[in-house]
């Protein structure tokens, strides 16, 4: 039996990774954002702990 993980995932999370990504860091990111550089951190953090995605690289 496999577990599976509680996560509720939202478009914001996925629009968080992919500023990170295009951007190349999470304070970059932010600003073009409009958030501060911890909730993209969280949100990505979110993604990687509810298996949606593998670890993401954070040398962003």
């Known amino acids: 039996?496999?577990?599976r993980a509680n996560i509720r995932f939202e478009?914001?999370?996925l629009r968080y990774f992919v500023a990170a990504a295009?951007?190349?860091?999470?304070r970059k990111a932010a600003d073009a954002l409009g958030v501060q550089?911890?909730?993209v951190s969280r949100r990505v953090r979110g993604i990687e702990g509810g298996g949606v995605l593998g670890d993401v690289d954070r040398g962003l």
Do not use: K, Q, V
Request: glycine share 8%; with cysteine; charged share 30%.
């Open 22 to 26: 295009e951007c190349g860091s999470f």
């Open 11 to 13: 478009l914001r999370h």
């Open 37 to 39: 550089e911890a909730a």
């Open 1 to 3: 039996m496999t577990r």
